[in-house]
């Protein structure tokens, strides 16, 4: 047989390699940054166009490229950032494996211009599909200037999974947040469609995190720097009053290289357990600088994990510190800290009386059951369901309530399925007999044993049906607010609310624009009965970010999906016994009690058998 095996053509592996390194345009955004950043450039300017489908554009005042490593800089391993494998464990620079340029070049059009300063005469290179269209000397500024058109031109695969603009633009907004906090000293501009989104002039870490995030954070920021032989850890870390719902503003960096690193990210929120409000997230921005031989930054191109050699005693320093700022701002009580690194102290919760406790906003007031007007799409449904809207009986009684639903207990043996439970009158059922189980579930006992209830996902349910009852209805009705609430996001979580202003607009939000990345909110959907519009609107933008159902046409729906999860009442909550009840209620009245609108589990039966068996 004929020898069959053959090298591949370097464009069609740098095309193969490209898939690596360029996912999406903000990976062509945070290469060229990059590249930028290691030529020294103190100033850099990103002009996007329809999200880096048209245009990405990377101007620097770096030290711009002779005309030979112009040429050379798109050949697949040309660097001039490494010369041997031991340069790996020194390096700072930001890239090293020459892969960027070849990727980019092998899948999109590129022009390149760059001079270096003592040059009268720049390098003008033309180069599209790995192929060379022009080189010439040009004149041009002095340092580059990338222009990366027809992104993914012969990926045609690769162009169908970009996401919405908003989306990708997103993407590329979270990259430059990124490299901006990482490098505050460096001016850095960011214009999508000729608007600017970002205006960065160099300065100081708190300067540059106030202009990425606004000025209410300013207050918020309570100073971190420790030194120690290991690793200098300096940044901010965010009050716990000013924590969010939402994640977006936790940042790591190491030697000036932003990473994730769920494992510190744990040192942190154990530094503020219990000086938290539920369910949200302090912000912090922590710059680690250590000796690069000490961490391995060798791994995958796109990923942004790193290993550090003393990963644990890291953890420690971190975490202690996190507690030592907290405690010399008054935040937890000082005891902690007599001892340096007393890490494991546990806080006692009385003591916050004594101390500058977080401010928590709490309605007493709110009742997150309270019913609204249910509405019409209760009535009609199927034959189950009552004809009118379930009026409140005497919630002493099992049985009234349930006649009232037209709903009976379940037969015994009978396990949740798709279909709506069908239930059953139980003889001797008193409300009494419902429970709440830590803070999260709800027991009840039904005839064949122990019905057990997730009291969020049945709120969400709930909240969910009135929702989309609003959507088909057409009856919008929002319920204004005395007083309106600006508020402002970052960058990137403001497109992704604009984005989806109209949908909850046509689910009650009176919600408008308000000047740059501000909001204001007029109004709140009448059937959700909200107390706290903005942080609904936060966590709704964290659910939505979350949410894999992306598809254009069920926009609406994840909208409303992640409105209801957002709005839900909160594990750990603890619910009165009518509020036990009406929840119990109002699950059953709903289309689908069985399955939260993301199609999880709500209830399900411990059958009588099974605690006869764990007895024996
Ligand atoms: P790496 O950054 O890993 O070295 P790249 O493919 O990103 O690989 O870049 C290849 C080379 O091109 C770099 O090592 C550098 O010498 C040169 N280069 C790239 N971008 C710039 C720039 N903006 N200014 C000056 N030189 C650059
Ligand atoms: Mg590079």
Redesign the pocket.
């Given at each position: 047989m004929a020898d069959i095996i053959q090298l591949l053509p370097d464009s069609v592996a740098n095309q193969i390699a490209a898939g690596e390194v360029i996912q999406r345009p903000a990976s062509v955004v945070k290469?060229?940054v990059?590249?930028?950043i290691?030529?020294g450039?103190s100033q850099i300017k990103v002009n996007i166009k329809d999200a880096g489908r048209t245009l990405i554009q990377i101007i620097?005042n770096?030290?711009?490229?002779s005309d030979t490593?112009a040429r050379m800089?798109f050949e697949r391993h040309?660097?001039?950032?490494i010369r041997s494998a031991n340069d790996i464990f020194a390096v700072r620079?930001?890239?090293?494996?020459?892969?960027?340029?070849?990727s980019i070049a092998a899948i999109a059009d590129v022009e390149l211009r760059?001079r270096e300063h003592d040059k009268e005469l720049g390098t003008f290179i033309h180069i599209s599909g790995s192929e060379i269209i022009t080189q010439e000397p040009v004149s041009c500024d002095c340092g580059?200037n990338?222009q990366i058109k027809n992104l993914f031109f012969n990926v045609p695969a690769r162009r169908k999974f970009l996401k919405s603009n908003p989306a990708e633009l997103k993407h590329i907004i979270n990259e430059i947040q990124r490299i901006a906090l990482a490098n505050p000293e460096i001016s850095i501009s960011l214009h999508h469609n000729g608007s600017a989104i970002y205006e960065l002039t160099g300065s100081n870490k708190r300067v540059r995190i106030v202009s990425l995030f606004g000025k209410q954070i300013n207050q918020n920021l309570i100073p971190i720097d420790t030194g120690t032989t290991l690793a200098k850890i300096s940044g901010f870390i965010g009050q716990p009053k000013y924590s969010r719902k939402t994640f977006g503003e936790q940042f790591f960096f190491v030697n000036k290289r932003f990473m994730k690193h769920p494992f510190f990210h744990k040192a942190i929120m154990q530094a503020y357990e219990k000086i938290l409000p539920p369910d949200s997230i302090p912000s912090y921005f922590i710059y680690f600088d250590l000796d690069p031989a000490d961490i391995d930054v060798n791994i995958h191109p796109t990923k942004t994990e790193i290993k550090f050699e003393n990963e644990s005693m890291i953890w420690q320093i971190l975490q202690a510190s996190v507690r030592e700022a907290l405690g010399k701002f008054n935040i937890v009580p000082s005891i902690d800290f007599d001892q340096a690194g007393s890490v494991d102290i546990p806080m006692p919760l009385h003591s916050f009386d004594e101390v500058n406790v977080p401010e928590i906003k709490i309605d007493p007031t709110y009742n997150p059951f309270e019913t609204k007007t249910p509405t019409k799409s209760y009535s009609g449904t199927t034959s189950n369901f009552s004809q009118k809207p379930f009026e409140r009986a005497d919630t002493s009684n099992w049985q009234s309530l349930y006649k009232g639903l037209g709903k009976d207990f379940p037969e015994p043996d009978e396990q949740p399925t798709d279909e709506p439970v069908q239930f059953k009158i139980e003889e001797q059922q008193t409300a009494k007999s419902s429970v709440q189980f830590k803070n999260k579930y709800i027991l009840t006992p039904v005839k064949s044993g122990l019905m057990v209830i997730d009291q969020k996902r049945a709120h969400e349910r709930i909240l969910y049906e009135r929702l989309m009852a609003v959507l088909e209805n057409h009856e919008v009705a929002s319920q204004q607010q005395l007083f309106p609430e600006t508020f402002e996001l970052n960058a990137a979580d403001a497109t992704i609310l604009t984005s989806i202003l109209t949908d909850l607009r046509a689910l009650g939000f009176d919600i408008r624009e308000f000047g740059k990345n501000t909001f204001i909110i007029n109004g709140t959907p009448g059937v959700l009965n909200t107390s706290g519009p903005v942080e609904i609107i936060e966590s709704l933008l964290e659910e939505y970010k979350n949410s894999p159902v992306n598809l254009q046409e069920k926009a609406r729906e994840t909208v409303a999906i992640s409105l209801a999860q957002a709005s839900a009442i909160p594990y750990g909550h603890m619910l009165k016994p009518s509020e036990i009840n009406e929840l119990i209620d109002n699950l059953f009245a709903c289309q689908t009690p069985n399955f939260s609108p993301k199609g999880k589990k709500i209830l399900s039966i411990m059958p009588l058998d099974d605690f006869e068996k764990l007895l024996k």
């Amino acid at each position: 047989m004929a020898d069959i095996i053959q090298l591949l053509p370097d464009s069609v592996a740098n095309q193969i390699a490209a898939g690596e390194v360029i996912q999406r345009p903000a990976s062509v955004v945070k290469e060229l940054v990059e590249n930028a950043i290691d030529a020294g450039a103190s100033q850099i300017k990103v002009n996007i166009k329809d999200a880096g489908r048209t245009l990405i554009q990377i101007i620097d005042n770096g030290c711009g490229m002779s005309d030979t490593d112009a040429r050379m800089s798109f050949e697949r391993h040309a660097t001039s950032k490494i010369r041997s494998a031991n340069d790996i464990f020194a390096v700072r620079t930001m890239g090293f494996r020459g892969e960027a340029l070849a990727s980019i070049a092998a899948i999109a059009d590129v022009e390149l211009r760059t001079r270096e300063h003592d040059k009268e005469l720049g390098t003008f290179i033309h180069i599209s599909g790995s192929e060379i269209i022009t080189q010439e000397p040009v004149s041009c500024d002095c340092g580059t200037n990338f222009q990366i058109k027809n992104l993914f031109f012969n990926v045609p695969a690769r162009r169908k999974f970009l996401k919405s603009n908003p989306a990708e633009l997103k993407h590329i907004i979270n990259e430059i947040q990124r490299i901006a906090l990482a490098n505050p000293e460096i001016s850095i501009s960011l214009h999508h469609n000729g608007s600017a989104i970002y205006e960065l002039t160099g300065s100081n870490k708190r300067v540059r995190i106030v202009s990425l995030f606004g000025k209410q954070i300013n207050q918020n920021l309570i100073p971190i720097d420790t030194g120690t032989t290991l690793a200098k850890i300096s940044g901010f870390i965010g009050q716990p009053k000013y924590s969010r719902k939402t994640f977006g503003e936790q940042f790591f960096f190491v030697n000036k290289r932003f990473m994730k690193h769920p494992f510190f990210h744990k040192a942190i929120m154990q530094a503020y357990e219990k000086i938290l409000p539920p369910d949200s997230i302090p912000s912090y921005f922590i710059y680690f600088d250590l000796d690069p031989a000490d961490i391995d930054v060798n791994i995958h191109p796109t990923k942004t994990e790193i290993k550090f050699e003393n990963e644990s005693m890291i953890w420690q320093i971190l975490q202690a510190s996190v507690r030592e700022a907290l405690g010399k701002f008054n935040i937890v009580p000082s005891i902690d800290f007599d001892q340096a690194g007393s890490v494991d102290i546990p806080m006692p919760l009385h003591s916050f009386d004594e101390v500058n406790v977080p401010e928590i906003k709490i309605d007493p007031t709110y009742n997150p059951f309270e019913t609204k007007t249910p509405t019409k799409s209760y009535s009609g449904t199927t034959s189950n369901f009552s004809q009118k809207p379930f009026e409140r009986a005497d919630t002493s009684n099992w049985q009234s309530l349930y006649k009232g639903l037209g709903k009976d207990f379940p037969e015994p043996d009978e396990q949740p399925t798709d279909e709506p439970v069908q239930f059953k009158i139980e003889e001797q059922q008193t409300a009494k007999s419902s429970v709440q189980f830590k803070n999260k579930y709800i027991l009840t006992p039904v005839k064949s044993g122990l019905m057990v209830i997730d009291q969020k996902r049945a709120h969400e349910r709930i909240l969910y049906e009135r929702l989309m009852a609003v959507l088909e209805n057409h009856e919008v009705a929002s319920q204004q607010q005395l007083f309106p609430e600006t508020f402002e996001l970052n960058a990137a979580d403001a497109t992704i609310l604009t984005s989806i202003l109209t949908d909850l607009r046509a689910l009650g939000f009176d919600i408008r624009e308000f000047g740059k990345n501000t909001f204001i909110i007029n109004g709140t959907p009448g059937v959700l009965n909200t107390s706290g519009p903005v942080e609904i609107i936060e966590s709704l933008l964290e659910e939505y970010k979350n949410s894999p159902v992306n598809l254009q046409e069920k926009a609406r729906e994840t909208v409303a999906i992640s409105l209801a999860q957002a709005s839900a009442i909160p594990y750990g909550h603890m619910l009165k016994p009518s509020e036990i009840n009406e929840l119990i209620d109002n699950l059953f009245a709903c289309q689908t009690p069985n399955f939260s609108p993301k199609g999880k589990k709500i209830l399900s039966i411990m059958p009588l058998d099974d605690f006869e068996k764990l007895l024996k």
